[in-house]
C-alpha cells in the first residue's frame, strides 16, 4: 500500500470528516443564536433571510474555486487532508506554500511519488500550526479588542489601512520573488553548475502559463465586468499551469 | 432598555462560546497529525516542524496579526470568531459578509451588523462544507486518473502554478518594486545554485527587502502629501 493510498483511506477520511462535521455543528449553533437573538433585538426577519440567502449563493461559487483547490494538492496529499484544511480552516495559497516548505525541511517534494509516511505527519502539523494565529488571538483579544473599539469612536471601519495594505502586498511580492528566482537559478545553474543551463525549465513554463492565465482572468474580470470569475482566479490558474506541465510530460 | 441588556448578554455568552470552540478546533487540528501519524506508522519531526516555522510561519503569523486587526472590527464578535475557524477569509468570507452588510444596510460596530455578519459567516461557511463534502464524494471514483503517470507531472508544479498565479496578482500592483526583489533574487539563486534547495528561507530578506521599499515610498510619498 503506497503513502497516498494509506492518506486516502478511511481512517483519514474518518478523521478528517469528524472535525469538518463538529465545526459544521458549530457554525450552525452561532446561526441559531444570532437568528434568535436578532429577533429578540426587533429585527426585521424578511431582512435577516435577505442576508442568509445572499450569503449562501455568494459562497457557492467560491465554494468551487475551492473544490478545484483540493483537486490541485490531492496528487501529494491525498484527498481528506486537503478537504480538512480548505473546508474549515485555510486557503489554497497558504495551505500549498507550507506544505511546500516543510517538505523542503524533510528534503522531499510535493509531487505524486514522493510522499512518505514520516513527511506526511510533519507537513500537515506545520500547516495546522502557521494558521492558528488568527483563532489564538481571537480567544485572547477579541473581546478586549472590540470592546476597545465600542469605547472609543464607533467610525474606525478600516483599521490598519495606510501602510499595512502595502506592507502586505510589498510581503507577497518578496515571497513570490524568492520562488521565482530559485526557479531561474535551478535552470540556468542546474545541477550545482554555474550558468550550464542544464537544470529543469519546467517550473519556468508552469509559472508563465499560471501567471498568463492570471491574467486572462483579471482582464475578463475587469474589463469585461465578470466579477464572479475572479472566484475561479487562482484555482483555475493553478490548474492552467499545471496542465502545461503535462503537456511537457516532465 | 432592555434591548440593550439582551444584547450585551448575548455579546458575553457569544465571547465565552467562541472562546470555547476556538480552542477545541486548534486541539482538533493540532492533534489531527498526530493521530494520521499513528496510522501511518510514523510522527511529526518536531525539529523540522521548528525550523519550517521560522522561515514559512513567522511570514503567516504578520499576516494573521494583520488580519485579526482589520477584520475583527468590520465582522464583529461572532462573525470574527467563526471567520477565524473557518478560513478563506480574504477570498470569501470578508467579500460575502461585507456584501450581506450591504444589502440590509446594516453599519459597523451595531447590533445589527454583529447579528448579520454572524448569520452570513456561517451560512458561508455551511455553504462550503456542503460543497466540498459533495465534491469528495465526487472525487473518490477519479482517484486512479489523478495519481496515474499522465498526471504526476501537475502534481509535481503545483508550486510554480500557485506563484504564476500570485506573480501575476502581486506584481501588477507595484511593478517597479517588484523588479528589485526580484532581480535580487534571480542573481542570487544563480550564483549561489544550492540555496534552491532552502528556497522558504529565502523568502524572509526578499520579503524584508520588498517591504523596506515599499516603506521608503510610503514615506516619499506622505512627505510629498503633507509638503503641498
Redesign the interface.
Known sequence: MT??E????G??YL??GS??A???V??????I???R??K????DVT??K???T???T???L??????LG???????LG???P??R?????????E???A???A????V?????SM???A???I???M????????????L???K??HK??QGE?T?????G???D?????????????????????F???N????SFSGSW???V??????????VF?YFSEKKHMEWLD?F??AG???????A??L??? | MEKQSIYESYLKSTHRLGRIVSVITLVLLVGAPFVIGTLLGAQPDLGAVARAFLSVGLVWTVSSVVEFLVYTPMLGSGGSYLAFITGNLINMKIPCAMNAKELVGAKSGTAENEVISTLSIATSALVTIVILALGVVLLIPLQPILQSETLAPAFANVVPALFGAMAYKYYRKDPALAMIPLTVMIILFTLVPSLTSSTSFMIIPSGALAILLAWLKYRKEMKGAAGQ
Open positions: 503513502v497516498l494509506q492518506l486516502n483511506g481512517g483519514v478523521i478528517c472535525i469538518v463538529f465545526i459544521a458549530v457554525c450552525i449553533i452561532f446561526m443564536r444570532a437568528w437573538a436578532g429578540a433585538l426587533g429585527m431582512r435577516m435577505r442576508a442568509v445572499a450569503s449562501a455568494f459562497s457557492v467560491p465554494s468551487v474555486g475551492i473544490l483540493v483537486i490541485a494538492l490531492s496528487g501529494s484527498v481528506p487532508w478537504w480538512l480548505l473546508s474549515v480552516i485555510g486557503a489554497l495559497h497558504y500549498t506554500q507550507v511546500d516548505a516543510a523542503e525541511q524533510l528534503g517534494s510535493l509531487g505524486s511519488g512518505t509516511a514520516q506526511f505527519p510533519t500537515a502539523l506545520l495546522s500550526i502557521c494558521i492558528m494565529w488568527g483563532m489564538i488571538l481571537s480567544v483579544f477579541n473581546k479588542y472590540l473599539l465600542q464607533k474606525g471601519e478600516r483599521k490598519g495606510g501602510f499595512g502595502r506592507a502586505m502586498t510589498a510581503m507577497f511580492i518578496g515571497m513570490v520573488s524568492a520562488y521565482i528566482g530559485s526557479y531561474v537559478g535551478e540556468v545553474s542546474g550545482k553548475k554555474l550558468f519546467t517550473p519556468l508552469v509559472v508563465a502559463a499560471a501567471a498568463l492565465a492570471m491574467a483579471t472566484n482566479s487562482i490558474s493553478m490548474l492552467i499551469g499545471m496542465l506541465a503535462v511537457i510530460g516532465r
